[in-house]
Structure formats: C-alpha cells, structure tokens
C-alpha cells in the first residue's frame, strides 16, 4: 500500500508537475534556433555539470568501477539520449501540450515493461483495466487522421510515444542495476554517461556548437537543463523517498494542464478536442492504476451498504 501523501510532499509534486510542465515550452523554443541533436547535447551537459558541482560541494561518494559506469551507460542512453531526442524531434511538427499529454503513456509502458521483467509486479484485473483505458486515452489522442493515414505529424506523435517506452525500459533497469545507488549519484551517473555519448555525437552531426542569436533561446537552453532535468530530478527523487514511487506517478497528471496553458499563452496552440478527452482517459486510467480511489469508493460503498436503514 502507498504511504500517504503529506502537505510536503504534495507541494513538491505541484512543483515538480510546474517544472516538468514548463520543460516542454522550454525545448520547443530553444528549437527555433538550435537542432535537435544539439539541443539534447545542452540538456545532459549542463544538468550533469550543476550535479557534479553539487557532489563535490555536498561531498556525494561516486562509484568508480568500470562495471557501475556501464550501468550509467545504459541508463542514461534508456533515459535521458532515447527519449529526449525523440521527444524534441516530435516537438517540431506537434504542440507542446500534446507531447506533454502523450508523456503521460510513460505509466503505462512502465506497468507493462515492469510486470515483464519483475514476478512481484504482474498484471491483476485493476492494473490491467488501468492500462486499458489509458491507451484508450492515447489513441484518441493520436486523433483520426493519425489513424487512417501516416504523416510527418504522426511519425512525430510515435517518435514521442517511442520515448516514453524507453522511459519504461529505464525505470526497469534501474531498479534492476542502480537500485542499491543513492538517487542523486545515480542521476549524475547517468547524466555523466549520457554527456559522454552525446557531445561528441553533436559535434559529428550537428558540426561546431551554434552560438544562439535570440535571449530566450539561452535562457530556454539554461531553464531545460538546469531545474528542467538537474534540479527536477533531485526533487523527483526526494518526493519517492517521501511517499512512494506510486505517489510520484501521479506527477504525470499535473503535467499535462501546465504544459497546455503555457503554449495557449505564449505560442497560441490550441489542442483538438480529442487530445484534450484523451488526456482525461489517460488520467482516469493513471487513477485506476494508482487504486486509492477506486478502493476508497469500495470501502464507502461496503461501509453504506453495512450500515443500519
């Protein structure tokens, strides 16, 4: 049973769900000047510089064997290269709110993949009704047209949904691999390898970094990286140890609304009805996953039907 969730720890999942939510504005910007390549190669860099400065600064002990080191590898290729290369490069060709609510998914790859690999985390009728409805919620987000034809708008939708799953795969091996690690060393771990594969990979690619020419694109460059990945994932971390990587989950339905106000406001996005009723199937399904308040209604309904008329 998930432990419940306290005034603290609610408050840092609000401010997560803000982070989160604004990264995504964030990286859609900074794509107005940079590729994406190079835009992934900033995000890792500097996130895992500012952790760096905090390890040393807080005296974090980091591994350094060379099998741990393969294990960050992994990680940050399955949690930070895959799906931040995907994700931006989806960006380009659909709104902001939309990749916001496609991220969602990542609860339900995460169910899947998890009751694939792990014995204690098999599929019951609750978990499976829960992913059911969500992916219910996914393809009406993909709208239509996606579904009957095959666009660069519906490429970009799967390339999105293609990161979430190696969300899921990431989460796998973490608790598979890093588990025994402290949250923070492991995200500079992963961060570290991650920067290792892509500086290089962006200079090959993308040629000679770009100097930005625009103001918000340095600032969008230092918001995603900063407290958009360095920063959020500390936070992410904390509020597990507080309530539960359940509880965290829920991190996933705040997200979503932020994201879509913010590119109605600042961009002038507007979404199509059918995203905005697939996010509401994917949430009902997140809360069906999540079990409280179904077990709650069951528990109201059994203690009325108890009581005395």
Known sequence: ?????????????????????????????????????TLVAHRVFWAAALLWALA??????????????????VMGTLNNIVPFLLMA???????????????????IWGVLVAALFF???????????????????????????????????????????AGTLSYAFASAWARSRLSHLPPQ??????????????????????GPPQVPSLAIT??????????GTALAYLLYYRIVAQAGSGNAMLVTL??????????????????????????VLIAAGLVVLDGRIPRRLSHFLAARNRAPR
């Open 1 to 37: 049973m998930q432990p419940e969730l306290t005034t603290r720890a609610w408050a840092d999942l609000i401010l997560l769900g803000l982070i989160w939510g604004a990264s995504f504005l964030a990286i859609k910007l900074a794509l107005g000047e940079l590729p994406v390549i």
């Open 185 to 206: 060393v492991a995200a500079t771990g992963m961060l570290t390898a991650a920067s290792a594969l892509m500086l290089p990979l962006a200079l090959i690619l993308d």
């Open 119 to 161: 014995a204690d985390e098999r599929l019951s009728a609750r978990r499976v009704t829960g992913v059911a409805l969500a992916f219910g919620g996914v393809v009406l987000a993909l709208g239509a047209e996606a579904l009957r034809g095959f666009d660069l708008r519906s490429l970009a939708q799967l390339a999105v949904l």
């Open 254 to 279: 705040i997200i979503p609304p932020i994201s879509i106000i913010l590119g109605a406001v600042t961009l002038g996005e507007r979404l199509a009805p059918t995203a905005i009723g697939g996010f």
């Open 56 to 73: 040393l600064w807080r005296g974090w002990s980091m591994p350094r064997g060379a099998r741990i080191w393969g294990a960050f590898l």
């Open 218 to 227: 340095y600032a969008a460059i230092a918001y995603y990286a900063l407290p």
């Open 89 to 107: 490069w989806g960006q380009q060709f659909i709104e902001t709110g939309l990749t916001a609510i496609f991220n969602s998914a990542t609860a």
